[in-house]
Each structure stands twice: as structure tokens, then as C-alpha cells.
């Protein structure tokens, strides 16, 4: 009764900020910390299984993203079990707040959680999230989610603290001014701190990269509309540079499809995306920029006949100077790679292309379909 009754209260407003549609009622149940620890093992079994995480892990040790024999499911349960309170979970269409919450704290968890269930009435956010449509396409949508909740949460719980009515929109640079708040996590919380870099970006760029894009789409578009449907960003790319893709530019990233030759198999593949590439630079030690220009990518991780393993990486950029500009800033860290390194400069579609093979030779080549 008292969830649904601080819910009551705020649901409307929410979704009238939020630029959406209030179709029906939010359920809302309340679960103990070890109902959460249990919720969590099925989502990592349906999302991400043992034998997924396994293969994913020796993808990013192999690209320079992770340490070896990294535990990618225990760290990511970690994760979670620290920094979640109560999440919307769209399979039972439930918001869910851990029982352990005090009362004081329910209304900022419910301004952010009860946006997503209003999202979700509107729009499907398992299927823009589905893991089939790749990395980099995932994390721009759940940028797009999270950082709409974001903004939406901050302008209600602003305007309840100053008694007055709130515009975020109108407040010069206010995701600058939030930014420091969002980014105190990476240190104030343990189990984020320690954890590796793509794994801290992975929990706080749907923040980060979601809150400034959304209010560059609501300061560019009269009515706060939600970014979703056409507003909806295909890549890490069109999050991180709101302005070219809110002007029309959306330069949707190429799909690459990957040909192995006899003798080797495909274990897994996907992308890593402009986000990622920005942060194995800075795993380098190098800047983020470097990644700009990216136009799309595709690994995979290989296994021949007598059970030898590899990984090719194939790159393509919007130009010949960006790409090579990537390859002058990555080629130094080469000798770092766990393993036999090989890049070769090559066209990918009539594209300016890159091929990383690490760890043996496979032979490995890419197309891109209509090309």
C-alpha cells in the first residue's frame, strides 16, 4: 500500500514530463535482497549464460578490453547486487523495490523507475534492447531509455525541492551541471571502482551519454518527445554526437558479415561500436577521440580443427584519414596484445577498412551486404 500510494502520486506527472502516454496502472511489488540475488541469476542465465560470458570474456582479453580469465558474470552480478534498488522488469510488466529501501528514499527510485514502466507502455523495451540486434546497437537504446528516465527523474525532484515550476530545457548546459553527481558512482561505490573500465562504462554511459542526448533532443523539439520510434539511436555514434544526428546526419553504421575459411569455426562474434573502441584507446592510455570516424565493425572469436584460438577484428571508417589516424594511435600498443598480432590496411565494401587478426591466422575475410 505504500508503494502504490507514493506511485498514485507521482505517475501522471511523470508521464506528462516524460512526453508519453499514460495507458494503464504500474503494478508494483516489493522483494527481499536474496529474491533480487535469485531474479539476477535468471536474467544472467536468459541474457548472458555461462558459456556466453565465457566466450565474450576471452573476446575482450583478447582485444585488450578485459584481464585474462576474467569472471565476466560474477563481476556483473557484483554490479548489480550493489547498485541496484528497485528496477522495472518489462517481462511481468512489475516495478520492483527491494524491501530493505527507507521510505525517504522511495520517491527519487520511483520518479526514475515508474518512467521506464510508462516507456514500456509505448514501447517495447525488451525488443530495442534484444541482444540479437548487437552490442553497440543495445547500449544506444538503453542509453536512450536510461538517459530519458534520467532527465525526467532530475526535473521532478528539482522542482520539488525549489517549489516551483522546473523546465530542464531552458537551464543552460544542465547535463554538464549533473554530470558530477552521475559520475561520483565510479568512485563512491566499491564494486564499480574496482571493476574494469568497459565494464564501468557499460553500467554508466546509459546515464551519462543517455541524459545529454535526450536533452539535446528536447531543447532541439518542441513537445519533449520521448527518443524513441525514428528518435531512436542506432549506434553509440549517433549518442555521443547528438547534434549530427539530430540534424538529420545519422550516419547509421555499415553491417559487416564475416567469411571464415576451412579449417576454423566461429565461437562468437559482435561489435564493439564507437563507445567501445573509444574505450580500448583510453585502456591504452590513449583519448577517446581517436574512435571518431568509426562507420562500423565486426569480430569474431575463431577456433581451428586442433582447437587453436583467434581473434579477427575487421574496422571500416567514413574516411581514409580516420581510419589511418586510428591505426597510428593504435599500432604502438600492438606488442601489449596477449598474443601474435597482424593488422592489415584493406577496403571493406569500397570503404576504408582495417583487419586485426590476434592470435593466429585465420583465413578471415569481410563484405558488407549491397556493397
Partial sequence: PVLAE?????????????????????????????????????KLDQELAEDRAELLAESYWLLGLL?????????LKELYLEQVAGFYDPDSTTLFVLADQPESLLEPLLAHELVHAIQDQSTDLDAITDRRLGNDRQAAAQAAIEGHATLVMFEFLLERQQSETMDLTTIPNFTDQVRPSLEAARTQSPALASAPL???ESLLFPYLGGVTFVEELWKREKGRPPPFGVRLPQSTEQVLHPERFLEGVRDVPEEIELSVGMGWRTLYEDTLGELEIGILLETFGEDRGGAAGWGGDRYALLESEDGERALAWFTVWDSETGRDSFIETLSPHLPSYPSGVELSVMDVGGLPGMRLLIGGTPDVTASIPGR
Fill in 6 to 42: 507514493a506511485a498514485g502520486k507521482i505517475l501522471s506527472d511523470l508521464a506528462d514530463r516524460s512526453g508519453l502516454v499514460l495507458r494503464g496502472p504500474v503494478r508494483l511489488e516489493r522483494r527481499t535482497r536474496s529474491e533480487l540475488e535469485e531474479y539476477l541469476e535468471f
Fill in 198 to 200: 568497459v565494464l564501468q
Fill in 67 to 75: 584481464p585474462p580469465d576474467f569472471e565476466l558474470r560474477a563481476a
